[in-house]
């Protein structure tokens, strides 16, 4: 596959899980169905023997989970114990791994537990025996309504991509993890405005590109080699500078806007940022 994740164990024994949650507005579509589950997964030659797959439902506030779904790890052909308010709806069986591809499924079960208002994808490592750097791959992973898997789907690129902006959006480009570096191509250049009397310097509203969740959680990063966290004000009349970290005021899921109360000029702003809505 040209695309997959990798899992690669750095602890002596420890297991892991890969865990996909889906929101209230997707889940609601699957309440009281039959559904199918499919994946492709392999090893490195024959590292990690057996993994698993469960959906869990949250019978809990919509959209408010337990991120961590195990209470208790256990192994070797024994399921966890998932955390309070998550409940397996399959019954999960070992699904054996070797160093090709195969595609794997779980058929024909209902989402039915009471009150679900999330549910969640788990695939985990059934083994308790694992050494250190032990690999495992995953991709393709499809929930389908219907007693059967469907040929897997995939969404053109473009679509995966705006449907994951709805959790999460950056200034930074496609390929560059945010950091705190020098380098303004990152981000944005924008004219702020002081507001006299209040103290109050105001960068430009940000628009994001696709409508997120919630509003969701800003973070700032300097992006001129200044301070970690901060933006550069800079005061275009007589050149002064400060690094000061802006808080997002008047944040939606559509935008918002960079508000700093140390600097009390109109400014020229730089900075990069990240706004993250995820569950």
């Known amino acids: ?103 794997f499924t779980v058929e024909n079960f209902a989402i039915d537990t009471a009150s679900t208002a999330n549910i969640a994808v788990v695939i985990w490592v059934d083994d308790g025996t694992i050494t250190a750097n032990d690999d495992f791959y995953i991709t393709g992973v499809q929930l389908n309504d219907g007693s059967k898997v469907m040929p897997l789907a995939p969404e053109p690129f473009e679509n995966e991509f705006l449907a994951c902006m709805r959790y999460y959006e950056k200034s930074f ?40 969740r919630i509003a969701p959680t800003f973070t700032p990063y300097n992006i001129t080699g200044g301070t970690a966290g901060t933006w550069k004000w800079y005061r275009q009349s007589d050149g002064t500078t400060a690094d000061v970290a802006p808080a997002a005021s008047q944040t939606s899921d559509n935008s918002f806007s960079g508000q700093n109360s140390g600097v009390s000029y109109s400014t020229m702003i730089i900075g990069g940022w990240t706004s993250d809505a995820s569950l």
């Not at 929101?23 to 499919?38: H, I």
């Open 1 to 103: 596959a040209a695309y997959s994740a990798k899992f690669t164990n750095v602890t002596l024994n420890n297991q892991c899980a890969l865990v996909n949650f889906i929101e209230n507005r997707n889940t609601l579509k699957l309440l009281n169905r039959t559904v199918s589950l499919s994946f492709y997964a392999k090893t490195n030659s024959t590292e990690i023997a057996n993994l698993r797959a469960a959906v869990l439902s949250w019978s809990s506030t919509a959209d408010v989970i337990t991120s961590d779904v195990v209470s208790a790890w256990a192994s070797d052909g024994t399921n966890p114990t998932w955390a309070t308010n998550w409940t397996a709806e399959n019954s999960p069986s070992n699904l054996a791994l070797t160093s090709s591809w195969q595609r």
């Open 173 to 212: 480009g496609y390929g560059t993890a945010p950091t705190n570096l020098n380098d303004a191509g990152q981000g944005f250049w924008g004219v702020g405005v002081f507001i006299t009397g209040i103290s109050n310097s105001y960068g430009p509203a940000i628009y994001y590109k696709v409508r997120k």
